[in-house]
C-alpha cells in the first residue's frame, strides 16, 4: 500500500498542495511589493535625472550665458566709458579760453598749440584699453587749422579743409545737443593702430550756450594698439579658457583676444561664433548667449537705447560688440556637480535594486523552508495515520496510533485510534 501511496507525485501530495499554497501566498505579497517598489524607485530616478537635465539646462541659461553675457557688457560699457572720457577732455579743452579765442580768429596760435601738446602728454591710458591722443587740432568754423600739435608733426599749413566731413557737420549741426562728432573707427595696418576721431563744437566766448553761434570744433585722434587691448582682455576671460572679441557695427575687428594679429588682416571674415552672435543680435534675442559647437559664447552690443544723450549718439555713431567666449567644458565646470549628483543617483538606485532583488531571494528561500515545514508538520501525522487505516484493513486490530499533535489532527488520531480499539474489543467479544 505505502508503494501505491509513494507513486503520487509530489505536487498531487497533501504536502506540495500545502507547499504550494504556502509559497503563493508568501510570495504573491513579497513579489508585489517588491515590483511596486522597482518601479517607484526606478521612476524615482528616470524623474531625478530629468529633474537634474532641467536644472543644469536652466542654470546654463540663467548662471553661466548670462554670466558670460554680463561680462561682455561689462566690457563693453567700460569701452564705452573709456571713449567718453576722451569726450569729456574733450568737453574741458574747447572751453578754454585760449581755445575759443583761438576758433574765434583773436587767440594765440602758438599759445594754443603749446596747450594742446601739455594735453596730449597729460592723456593716461588704462592697462587694458592703452591710447593716446595721436592728434588734437583746432579749426575755425569754416573747417581751416588754427592750430595742432600731433605724432606726425604735420603743420596747419598742410592741413587739408574738413569743412564736409561728416564729423565736422555732426559736429556744428545745432541739432546736435552736445556738439559732438564721431568718425568711423579706422585701422591702419601699416603702423598696426586703430585710429577714432572726436570732434567738439567750440562754444562762441560771447554767446557759449548758444550752438548756432559755435566758432569751429576741436578735433581729437585717438590712437589705440588692438594687440595690447587683445593682452588686457585675456586676463579678463574666466578660468583663463577662452576669448574676447570686439568689433564695431561698421565692421571694424578691434581685438581677438585668442589672435592679436587678426584684426590687422586685410578682410574680417565671420567665425562660426561671430556670426551665431551677429545673428541673435539681429534677431533681438534676449538670451544674450550662444552656443555654438562646443562653445558658449556671452556678447553684449551697445545700442542706441543707452542711457543718456551722449551714450546715444556715441552708440548711433559707433556701436561696438563684444563677446566673451568660453569651451562649454569650462563655462560648464561649476555644474560637474550635478553630473557626479546623477551619477551618485543612479549608483544608489542600483544598489536598492540588487539589495531588493536579494531580499526577495532570502524570502523566497524562507518561505520555501516555512512552506516544507508546515506542510511535513501537517502530512506527517496524517501518513502516519493512512499507515494505521491500512494495517487495519488487514486485519491488524492491535495497533495504536500515539497523538502526535495537539490539534485537530491529533484529535482525529486520537478518535481513530479509539475506534480501532472499540472494533478489537467488539471482535473479541464475537470470538469469546
Known amino acids: 500500500m505505502s508503494e501505491q501511496y509513494n507513486k503520487r507525485s509530489f505536487f498531487k501530495s497533501l504536502k506540495g498542495k500545502v507547499a504550494v499554497w504556502m509559497l503563493v501566498i508568501a510570495l504573491v505579497p513579497a513579489i508585489t511589493v517588491g515590483l511596486l517598489a522597482y518601479f517607484s524607485m526606478d521612476n524615482a530616478r528616470d524623474d531625478a535625472n530629468v529633474s537634474l537635465e532641467a536644472s543644469r539646462t536652466e542654470m546654463q541659461e540663467t548662471v553661466v550665458g548670462a554670466g558670460l553675457g554680463n561680462q561682455a557688457e561689462a566690457m563693453s560699457r567700460e569701452l564705452g566709458d573709456y571713449i567718453k572720457g576722451f569726450v569729456v577732455d574733450l568737453a574741458q579743452m574747447v572751453a578754454t579760453p585760449n581755445v575759443m579765442a583761438l576758433g574765434a580768429g583773436i587767440g594765440d596760435a602758438n599759445a594754443t598749440a603749446a596747450y594742446l601738446a601739455g594735453q596730449r602728454q597729460i592723456a593716461q591710458p588704462t592697462p587694458e584699453l592703452p591710447s593716446m591722443f595721436g592728434e588734437l587740432t583746432v579749426f575755425n568754423a569754416s573747417g581751416n587749422a588754427m592750430a595742432t600739435s600731433n605724432e606726425a608733426n604735420t603743420l596747419v599749413a598742410n592741413m587739408g579743409d574738413i569743412a564736409t566731413e561728416a564729423w565736422f557737420l555732426m559736429a556744428m549741426s545745432p541739432q546736435n545737443p552736445v556738439g559732438l562728432g564721431m568718425g568711423a573707427m579706422t585701422m591702419d595696418t601699416n603702423a598696426k593702430v586703430m585710429k577714432l576721431n572726436l570732434v567738439m563744437r567750440i562754444p562762441n566766448p560771447l554767446a557759449p550756450t548758444d550752438p548756432t553761434q559755435a566758432v569751429g570744433v576741436l578735433k581729437c585722434s585717438i590712437y589705440m594698439d588692438p594687440s595690447i587691448v587683445a593682452k588686457g582682455y585675456a586676463d579678463r576671460v574666466p578660468g583663463g579658457s577662452g576669448r574676447v572679441v570686439a568689433y564695431t557695427s561698421t565692421g571694424l575687428l578691434l581685438a581677438d583676444s585668442a589672435d592679436e594679429d587678426r584684426p590687422f588682416a586685410d578682410t574680417w571674415t565671420k567665425d562660426p561664433v561671430e556670426t551665431a552672435v551677429a545673428a541673435a543680435i539681429a534677431a533681438e534675442d534676449e538670451d544674450r548667449y550662444v552656443m555654438v559647437d562646443d562653445s558658449v559664447a556671452g556678447y553684449y552690443s551697445m545700442t542706441s537705447d543707452s542711457e543718456g544723450e551722449l551714450a546715444q549718439l556715441m552708440a548711433t555713431m559707433s556701436q561696438v560688440t563684444v563677446i566673451m567666449e568660453q569651451p562649454q567644458s569650462v563655462a ?75 490539534d485537530e489532527i491529533g484529535d482525529l488520531s486520537q478518535s481513530f485510534d479509539r475506534m480501532v480499539t472499540a472494533v478489537r474489543i467488539l471482535s473479541q467479544d464475537e470470538e469469546g
Open 332 to 406: 560648464f565646470a561649476s555644474l560637474d556637480s550635478l553630473e557626479t549628483l546623477g551619477s551618485d543617483l543612479d549608483s544608489s538606485t542600483s544598489h536598492m535594486m540588487i539589495i531588493l532583488i536579494i531580499v526577495l531571494v532570502v524570502v523566497v528561500v524562507v518561505a520555501l523552508v516555512v512552506a516544507l515545514l508546515l506542510s511535513r508538520s501537517i502530512t506527517k501525522p496524517v501518513s502516519q495515520l493512512r499507515d494505521v487505516a491500512d494495517k487495519v484493513s488487514m486485519g491488524d486490530m492491535h495497533v495504536t496510533l500515539p497523538k502526535v499533535t495537539d
